[in-house]
T-cell receptor, first 111, second 116 residues
Framework: KQEVTQIPAALSVPEGENLVLNCSFTDSAIYNLQWFRQDPGKGLTSLLLIQSSQREQTSGRLNASLDKSSGRSTLYIAASQPGDSATYLCAPLGGGNKLTFGTGTQLKVEL | GAVVSQHPSRVICKSGTSVKIECRSLDFQATTMFWYRQFPKQSLMLMATSNEGSKATYEQGVEKDKFLINHASLTLSTLTVTSAHPEDSSFYIC????????????FGPGTRLTVL
């Protein structure tokens, strides 16, 4: 059974800092891995999707890397802004198109 | 981009009643949809996989008689919480699988269920 852990669980930083969010998963037999953003009481917004054959993906200030063999992914946020405050979830995709969600990192970016 | 809607967005009901939640893919056909549950300050847990024209597949520990899933068309899946109790209060989110090239899951905005 896939288990996904995200570190840190919570993070509070001043505006402008570069951040690294970590995700580890126990079963490396995945097809891809997605990073999502969730605002309080809201649904999910997909940020980045990395195929299992890829090492990284970039979108604007976001960069996600994947080391499938070691079961790790990181999400790098450059020049953080207060609008980045949210919970970030990683989710590897396994068999049956099943996503397993991590425990999440709750980010707060302060002015 | 692909859009998935959920209705209602929020529902409050009395203990013992049944509540139906709809999940619709608005601009693509989805033979497979997924239902997740999220308790406060916890992550999303997959409840079941909804397959158009066949029975849903439930994850271990999820009562199929409690959470009835009907995937009657290529754009609609419904989750009915039967005889709801306060412990069923949660945030329910669906996703729809778009097999049109990318096999990407698109998520609905979620339904907040509160059982009094």
């Amino acid at each position: 059974k896939q288990e996904v852990t995200q570190i840190p669980a919570a993070l509070s930083v001043p505006e402008g800092e570069n951040l690294v969010l970590n995700c580890s998963f126990t079963d490396s037999a995945i097809y891809n891995l997605q990073w999502f953003r969730q605002d309080p009481g809201k649904g999910l917004t997909s940020l980045l999707l990395i195929q299992s054959s890829q090492r990284e993906q970039t979108s604007g200030r976001l960069n996600a890397s994947l080391d499938k063999s070691s079961g790790r992914s990181t999400l790098y946020i450059a020049a953080s802004q207060p609008g980045d405050s949210a919970t970030y979830l990683c989710a590897p995709l396994g068999g049956g198109n099943k996503l397993t969600f991590g425990t999440g990192t709750q980010l707060k970016v302060e002015l | 981009g692909a859009v998935v809607s959920q209705h209602p967005s929020r529902v409050i009901c009395k203990s013992g009643t049944s509540v139906k939640i709809e999940c619709r893919s608005l601009d693509f056909q989805a033979t497979t949809m997924f239902w997740y549950r999220q308790f406060p300050k916890q992550s999303l847990m997959l409840m079941a996989t909804s397959n158009e024209g066949s029975k849903a597949t439930y994850e271990q520990g999820v009562e199929k008689d409690k959470f009835l899933i009907n995937h009657a068309s290529l754009t609609l899946s419904t989750l009915t919480v039967t005889s709801a109790h306060p412990e069923d209060s949660s945030f329910y989110i669906c996703s729809a699988l778009d097999r049109g090239g990318t096999d990407t899951q698109y998520f609905g905005p979620g339904t907040r269920l509160t059982v009094l």
